[in-house]
């Protein structure tokens, strides 16, 4: 079945330093969505990219869709202590079956 | 205030037991959904309801069980089948009409502990 992967699966940076995970579909995907997950939370919404090559952002946040919309990251620049939090990608697999990749867990340390 | 509601938010069973995770909303979503999430493995698709009455499975549905007879709730029943219950269970919802491409909105988890 369909499988989405993210790397890395953990990422400690000291608070300014740039931080990205890179989201890997073994399919195309249709669109792909971006939650955030605060520790002890459940995931929250960020963004949804649906064109090819597509770059999209918000504040500090960069989102990127590959080409062959088969990947997709999310880079932040210059990270604060309230980025901590778990990043989960989520690609589109039929109408309304979303599957979601393993995340990347980020610390930031002050 | 609209929103989606997990309850209980921990959850304590003997093993044996089936247990039932409650999962309400008042967005009028008509698509609603159940995560299972397990440290370092993300969120893993259990079943999901795109319309009253109707439910499909997902990923790993197997030990688990679903209704969907009104709108508003979409209730998960944990059977004695699922060999490894204990886990972070997510409801969401989706607005159906506003396409595929509108976002899935959470809520804020049960957390089953089955001894």
């Known amino acids: 079945g369909q499988q989405v992967m993210q790397i890395p699966q953990y990422q400690h940076v000291q608070e300014g330093e740039d931080f990205t995970t890179y989201c890997n579909s073994s399919?195309?995907?249709?669109?792909i969505q971006w939650y955030k997950q605060r520790p002890g939370g459940h995931p929250v919404f960020l963004i949804q990219?649906?064109?090819?090559?597509e770059v999209k952002k918000q504040k500090r946040l960069t989102f990127q869709f590959g080409e062959a919309k088969k990947n997709s990251s999310l880079h932040i620049t210059a990270t604060q202590t309230t980025d901590v939090g778990t990043y989960f990608c989520?690609?589109?697999?039929?109408?309304?079956?979303?599957?979601f990749g393993t995340g990347t867990r980020l610390k930031v340390l002050a | 205030d609209g929103g989606i509601t997990q309850s209980p938010k921990y959850l304590f069973r003997k093993e044996g037991q089936n247990v039932t995770l409650s999962c309400e909303q008042n967005?009028?979503?008509?698509?609603m959904y159940w995560y299972r999430q397990d440290p370092g493995q993300g969120l893993r698709l259990i079943y999901y309801s795109q319309i009253v009455n109707d439910f499909q499975k997902g990923d790993i549905a197997e030990g688990y069980s679903v209704s969907r007879e009104k709108k508003e709730s979409f209730p998960l029943t944990v059977t004695s089948a699922q060999k490894n219950p204990t886990a972070f269970y997510l409801c969401?919802?989706?607005?159906?009409?506003?396409?595929?491409?509108?976002?899935?909105?959470f809520g804020n988890g049960t957390r089953l502990t089955v001894t």
């Open positions: 967005l009028n979503h008509d698509a």
């Open positions: 399919t195309t995907l249709s669109n």
């Open positions: 990219l649906v064109k090819s090559g």
């Open positions: 969401a919802s989706k607005n159906r009409d506003r396409g595929p491409n509108s976002p899935l909105h």
């Open positions: 989520a690609g589109q697999s039929g109408t309304y079956k979303y599957i």
